[in-house]
């Protein structure tokens, strides 16, 4: 299990479109096109992710002279396994409530 809260629906689209090509590498902007999410939603949680352990990312030079280096990101085998749990479509299995919660 986990030590992180259930992620966010936004997390968990990203998580399943790193999921579904894991060993191929993606920019930021590609994932935004997958995802549909803005780039101030995906880049925070694109770092949070990398942050934990999740994903690994490196840099690569632009193919275009004059741009900057962008950054790939795909997901470790921890932010596999992660994003396996946490796929859309389930729901986040919730322990009952205790009496005095209740």
Known sequence: MSSFRAPSMQTRVLL???LSQRA???H??????????????LYPILMRLSDRDMLESKWEPSPHQGRPPRKLYRLTAQGAAYALEHAP?????RRPLSPRQA
């Open 89 to 93: 479509g389930k729901r986040a299995t």
């Open 24 to 26: 191929q590498w993606r």
């Open 16 to 18: 399943a479109a790193l």
């Open 28 to 41: 930021g902007y590609d994932l935004s096109e997958l995802t549909g999410l803005p780039s101030g939603t």
